[in-house]
């Protein structure tokens, strides 16, 4: 046969995905997954400590990854970018700032790749159940009380509802394909975070089923057995996963104007079907005043629902008069921005004497934190 007659395959466009062990794996397993019209050659890691250094198994990676795929550290991006002729760059990965993606897609622009995001409809997952999406503008806006509320409406009309959380696989990736928390014994036997526990021991409390994982067509498909609503928990500012058939999403007065300059936040507010400012009791008029603006610049058809943020300590008699030490959202609290949380004003407001600065004591990770985030000095922020 003539050679100028052979079919040859074209090569594979060489990607690299930046991320934070959530967005990344998804948008992995959603578009690039089983397709050789790519070759993702590595994962990049930040926010998140302890992920840089492991590898996307083979058992979620796909046949066409038989060694799985290197999760190496984003200080390593510009060095891999020309290494490995990657020509394609993606983030994947929420709560940066917009001043933040255009330095990273610089950094990506000189080294020789151009930089991409992908979008809802790309990323998305259909669901054959109604699907109700909690989402925000930031970080630690209030999205898990949120979320819990909506819940307790549907559960108290006779809906069988099944939450599924933003994904938190800092452990075994394999493992964590789908985690399925019914009990306190599961978080137990499935060695849940700190950070993870936080958010699913209110949905267990509330007698719900919470998934989470890695591989979110498998975690949608067993939450669909047995739910006749899905209520998608987001996490950070991130847009859902599942296409929502309501999506709403919390703006914090408490620091106005990060409704607009925020990614993917202020796609969510762009995007959203109901707009709610959270903890309108402790903003001042003026910030809730620009926040408004903010809303009506963006998203004028959407309906806008002004909510107060109503802390509760059970035992208020063991803080008044105390020393006491805060342990708030790790996410909240560090590319967040937050110097302090809802923990902080509860002290506050219960009196007591002193709050402990987290950063004079600190060891290991968490001392780690303290350092990358200096903003942070007397919280101490919840890691895995």
Do not use: C
């Amino acid at each position: 046969m003539n050679d100028k007659n052979r079919s040859t395959a074209p090569t594979p466009t060489r990607v690299v995905i930046m991320g934070a062990a959530g967005r990344d794996f998804h948008n992995f397993n959603v578009v690039f997954r089983d397709n050789p019209q790519y070759q993702v050659v590595a994962f990049t890691a930040a926010q998140i400590p302890d992920i840089a250094g492991r590898t996307y198994p083979s058992s979620l990676a796909g046949s066409l990854y038989p060694q799985g795929i290197p999760i190496l550290e984003e200080a390593e991006l510009v060095s891999l970018v020309r290494r490995e002729n990657v020509q394609w760059v993606y983030l994947a990965y929420s709560d940066l700032s917009h001043l933040e993606v255009m330095h990273k897609a610089s950094i990506v622009l000189a080294a020789g790749a151009s930089f991409g995001l992908l979008g809802p409809r790309q990323t998305w997952l259909e669901s054959s159940r109604p699907v109700v999406s909690i989402g925000a503008v930031r970080t630690g806006v209030g999205k898990s009380a949120l979320s819990r509320r909506v819940a307790r409406f549907f559960l108290q009309r006779g809906r069988k509802v099944v939450a599924v959380r933003h994904p938190m696989p800092y452990g075994d990736l394999e493992r964590q394909r789908v985690q399925r928390f019914a009990s306190y014994a599961d978080l137990a036997e499935q060695q849940a975070t700190i950070e993870e526990r936080e958010e699913y021991e209110p949905w267990l409390k509330l007698g719900m089923v919470v998934y989470a994982g890695v591989d979110y067509e498998q975690i949608l498909r067993r939450a669909e057995s047995e739910a006749d609503l899905i209520l998608w928990d987001g996490g950070n500012n991130d847009f859902p996963l599942f296409r929502p058939d309501l999506h709403l999403v919390l703006v914090d007065p408490h620091r106005p104007g990060h409704e607009l300059a925020y990614h993917p936040g202020e796609a969510n507010l762009r995007m959203a079907d109901v707009v709610i400012i959270n903890k309108v009791d402790s903003a001042t008029p003026e910030q809730l005043a620009q926040v408004q603006a903010n809303i009506a610049s963006a998203n004028p058809a959407a309906p806008v629902i002004l909510a107060d943020s109503v802390l509760t300590v059970a035992q208020p008699e063991l803080v008044r008069e105390k020393k006491v030490a805060v342990v708030g959202d790790g996410p909240t609290l560090t590319h967040g921005g937050m110097a302090f949380g809802a923990g902080t004003i509860a002290a506050r407001r219960l009196g007591a004497a002193s709050i402990v600065p987290g950063s004079q004591y600190a060891v290991g990770t968490i001392k780690a934190a303290y350092q990358q985030y200096p903003h942070l000095k007397t919280e101490i922020p919840a890691l895995g």
